[in-house]
């Protein structure tokens, strides 16, 4: 069975500290995709990425960066120079998408930015 | 990508009624979710809709209490029966794209 575990439940920072959120996933599917998902106050789902089983490279977007390690079964995700827009509740994903299953997402972290 | 259409975004229901939830995507898709979020919680998918079938419904989650249906490619509703307080929920439809799962607005339902 897949499953998405986030052990933070919510990180305080000060703004422009660096923060990184964990997300370890358990899944038998050699073929599989990792999701993060932002959720701001407002309650929308505001897609982050989407990162295939077969490319561990890792990735960066702006202030934003993804560590995909399949050896340890992790998918974490860095915030650099946290702002207090970043403040919102952010969710790591799993789905075995060419089966066109469901996504299973984690638990979420909730993300105190501070001024 | 896709666009969805949640209505109502909210409500304030009376326990014992039912309330329906539409979501209109604006391009055809096979397949529609419906998820549901409690408060202070992560998403919990309910049923898979399919057009022309029957929906698949997960485990705790079952057809008299959230009727489905799927009438085209392009919609679809989701009914919360004989509600109780612990129905308050955001539930929010889904639709599976290329690259991402495309969420609803959600609809923010609080029983009374």
């Known amino acids: 069975a897949q499953k998405v575990t986030q052990a933070q439940t919510e990180i305080s920072v000060v703004e422009k500290e660096d923060v990184t959120l964990d997300c370890v996933y358990e899944?038998?599917?050699?073929?599989?995709?990792l999701f993060w998902y932002k959720q701001p106050p407002s309650g929308e789902l505001v897609f982050l990425i989407r990162?295939?089983?077969?490319?561990?490279q890792n990735e960066i977007s702006g202030r934003y960066s993804w560590n995909f390690q399949k050896s340890t079964s992790s998918f974490n995700f860095t915030i650099t120079a946290s702002q207090v827009v970043d403040s919102a509740v952010y969710f790591c994903?799993?789905?075995?998408?060419?089966?066109?299953?469901?996504?299973?997402f984690g638990a979420g972290t909730i993300l105190r930015v501070k001024s | 990508s896709a666009v969805i259409s949640q209505k109502p975004s909210r409500d304030i229901c009376q326990r014992g009624t039912s309330l329906t939830i539409q979501c209109q995507v604006d391009?055809?898709?096979?397949?529609m979710f419906w998820y549901r979020q409690q408060p202070g919680q992560s998403l919990t998918l309910i049923a898979t809709?399919?057009?022309?079938?029957?929906?698949?419904?997960e485990s705790g989650f079952v057809i008299d209490k959230f009727p489905i249906s799927r009438p085209n490619l392009t919609f679809s509703t989701l009914t919360v029966s004989n509600m109780s307080p612990e129905d308050s929920s955001i539930y929010l439809c889904?639709?599976?794209?290329?690259?991402?799962?495309?969420f609803g607005q959600g609809t923010r339902l609080t029983v009374v």
């Open positions: 994903a799993l789905s075995d998408w060419e089966y066109g299953n469901k996504l299973v």
């Open positions: 899944t038998r599917d050699t073929t599989y995709y």
């Open positions: 889904s639709v599976k794209g290329d690259t991402e799962a495309f």
């Open positions: 391009s055809q898709v096979t397949m």
């Open positions: 809709a399919n057009q022309g079938s029957e929906a698949t419904y």
């Open positions: 990162r295939n089983s077969f490319d561990e």
